[in-house]
């Protein structure tokens, strides 16, 4: 099959749990920038990365990288692409949005209408035609300019990645899919270890654990706009990647995963998403405040996403939410805690100093992933025969 470069964003600071990702996949990578990895794979490569990847956002077909500051500049370079290798005579194609950064052309929508100007013309020579019905497949087209230097690229995804499909309920500020699964993935958690969110809202991290646990691919029940892509992914590439996932699943495992909230409307939500995600039966939800968080075993972990006090009247008892997530980690026996916030006085107010501290981008929002790391629990001893 051809060779495709393919580009795969994710949020600023878990590049390194994409990569990983995309390692175990298989495939090659090309090179890693803030808030994206680029890496090498054929037709099949598309439908196995938007099916099985936890944390990137969408995946893209690049066209090709070009150095561009003028809009000359940018219309020949684009023009010179061979569009015509992806899109057909009837093809629905348009820039569906273009960002820029610390660059000297700085108007998405000027670069929008020329990247779209350039392709019409490029496809007009080599079609011989000089008006295109697009009553066909939709390709749309992004473009991400830093420093002088463009990606353009193809969609394959469409809807973002974080739209698993499954929360059809959610909370006020609910962290992403991706996101929450990244943040998992971050830490040493294991399915055979205890994982608790005092904080789950509409069920996120939650569900995103059972999913890891019991191997279920994000993508397995959504739509991709790359399916009506025939004349560059064969239909077959797309059974083989769902017939892969389907191949994988054990949701007959037994796993310690809960989920608690003090709001009784958000653990019938998370219920209810859970079941959409097919994991109802691997977690447990319950209406508890933090003050009542406690567990005999050792060894477990917290990862969580608590109140963050954007508004006034929040930051006013934020202090003390904080020292109660605080006194009840301390009280758990052995135990790890993983806590992303954008309240900078955690630590303090927790009265613990994180092992680690790591800086994320929840959008636009810098929040911090703090990392309290506990003991290992002793090694099993493997039974002789």
């Not at 706009?225 to 590439?237: F, G, Y």
Request: net charge positive; aromatic share 12%; proline share 4%.
């Amino acid at each position: 099959m051809k060779k495709l470069t393919l580009v795969a964003p994710c949020h600023f600071g878990v590049e390194s749990v994409l990569k990983r990702e995309i390692l175990n996949l298989g495939y090659n990578i090309i090179k890693v920038e803030d808030g994206r990895v680029t890496f090498e794979g054929d037709s099949l490569a598309v439908c196995r990365a938007n099916v099985f990847l936890r944390t990137a956002e969408r995946i893209m077909i690049q066209v090709d990288r070009v150095h561009a500051v003028t809009y000359d500049q940018l219309f020949e370079a684009v023009k010179a692409m061979e569009w015509e290798k992806y899109i057909p005579e009837d093809g629905k194609f348009w820039v569906k949005k273009a960002s820029t950064i610390k660059s000297r052309l700085f108007s998405p929508s000027d670069i929008q209408r020329i990247v779209k100007k350039a392709i019409v013309e490029r496809l007009k020579t080599k079609y011989h035609m000089d008006w295109f019905s697009e009553t066909g497949a939709e390709y749309p087209i992004r473009v991400f300019f830093y420093k002088d230097e463009a990606i353009i690229a193809l969609d394959t995804t469409g809807d973002s990645l974080h739209k698993r499909g499954y929360r059809k309920y959610t909370s006020k500020a609910p962290i992403s899919e991706t996101l929450a699964a990244a943040l998992i993935m971050l830490t040493p958690w294991k399915k055979d270890r205890i994982l608790i969110d005092p904080f789950c809202g509409c069920g996120t991290f939650p569900i995103e654990a059972a999913m890891i646990a019991a191997d279920i691919a994000p993508g397995i029940n959504r739509e991709f706009t790359a399916e009506n892509w025939t004349n560059i992914i064969p239909k077959k590439n797309w059974y083989e990647a769902i017939n892969e996932a389907d191949g994988k699943i054990n949701d007959e495992i037994d796993v310690d995963i809960q989920g608690y909230d003090i709001d009784d409307e958000m653990i019938a939500f998370s219920r209810k998403n859970a079941q959409s995600a097919g994991v109802e039966h691997l977690i447990h939800f319950q209406t508890r405040p933090v003050e009542k968080l406690s567990h005999s075993k050792k060894y477990g972990f917290i990862i969580t996403n608590p109140p963050y006090g954007e508004r006034l009247e929040e930051k006013a008892a934020l202090k003390s939410l904080y020292t109660q997530i605080g006194e009840r980690y301390k009280a758990l026996d052995n135990w790890s805690a993983f806590i992303i916030t954008s309240y900078e006085n955690a630590e303090r107010d927790m009265g613990i100093k994180a092992t680690k501290n790591r800086k994320i981008y929840n959008g636009m929002l810098k929040t911090y992933f703090y990392q309290f790391m506990g003991a290992k629990p002793p090694k099993r001893k493997v039974k002789e025969d």
